[in-house]
T-cell receptor
Framework: QQPVQSPQAVILREGEDAVINCSSS?????VHWYRQKHGEAPVFLMI?????EQKGHEKISASFNEKKQQSSLYLTASQLSYSGTYFC???????????FGTGTRLTVIP | NAGVTQTPKFQVLKTGQSMTLQCAQD?????MYWYRQDPGMGLRLIYY???????DKGEVPNGYNVSRLNKREFSLRLESAAPSQTSVYFC??????????????FGPGTRLTVL
């Protein structure tokens, strides 16, 4: 039931853009996105709900395609502070809780 | 406002020993969660408590027990630790169910090693 994230790792230069994808083999009700810096706790970025509602930080954008059972996180004009591991956590239709992906390690270099 | 706090931060156990990981939140949240994080595995849910007085199994509950002591506190107990339980444990809380679109707030984690 664990979603698949791609890419597994990406290196960007400051100012470049990146897209992180999260795919599930099962129908999704909602998708959470979190960022975790090394040795720290995950921090909330965004929630996308069925029907198009979104809650999250204004500087982060994401999409949720219910039909394709996938979500994408868009990071534009990347900054050094964007470095970390990004996790998606979908809630599957019929389940009560989240199943997190294995993460995408993003490194932003000067 | 401390958010979610966890104790201890680090712990080393021998196989067969028992211990309790403590978690407390001061945000008046209803739901609380215990996750474990292993390298390359992401976060996996062990147990959760949707509200005070209720607990339910998550994805990987074997070898663990939990107690929702009150609205603030949610503890995780390892009765007989095994090396396979070496991991980083995170406690989290949310106002309502995370599955219904509520943001989770995570504690700083407990790094547990079982020898």
């Amino acid at each position: 039931q664990q979603p698949v994230q791609s890419p597994q790792a990406v290196i960007l230069r400051e100012g470049e853009d990146a897209v992180i994808n999260c795919s599930s083999s099962k129908a999704l009700y909602s998708v959470h996105w979190y960022r975790q810096k090394h040795g720290e706790a995950p921090v909330f970025l965004m929630i996308l709900l069925k029907g198009g509602e979104q809650k999250g930080h204004e500087k982060i954008s994401a999409s949720f395609n219910e039909k394709k059972q996938q979500s994408s996180l868009y990071l534009t004009a990347s900054q050094l502070s964007y470095s970390g591991t990004y996790f998606c956590g979908p809630r599957l239709t019929g389940a009560n809780n989240l199943f997190f992906g294995t993460g995408t390690r993003l490194t932003v270099i000067p | 406002n401390a958010g979610v706090t966890q104790t201890p931060k680090f712990q080393v156990l021998k196989t067969g020993q028992s211990m309790t990981l403590q978690c407390a939140q001061d945000m008046n949240h209803n739901s609380m969660y215990w996750y474990r994080q292993d390298p390359g595995m992401g976060l996996r849910l062990i147990y959760y408590s949707a509200s005070e007085g209720t607990t339910d199994k998550g994805e990987v509950p074997n070898g663990y027990n939990v107690s929702r002591l009150n609205k603030r506190e949610f503890s995780l107990r390892l009765e007989s630790a095994a090396p396979s339980q070496t991991s980083v444990y995170f406690c989290a809380s949310s106002d309502g169910s995370a599955g219904r679109g509520n943001e989770q707030f995570f504690g700083p984690g407990t790094r547990l090693t079982v020898l």
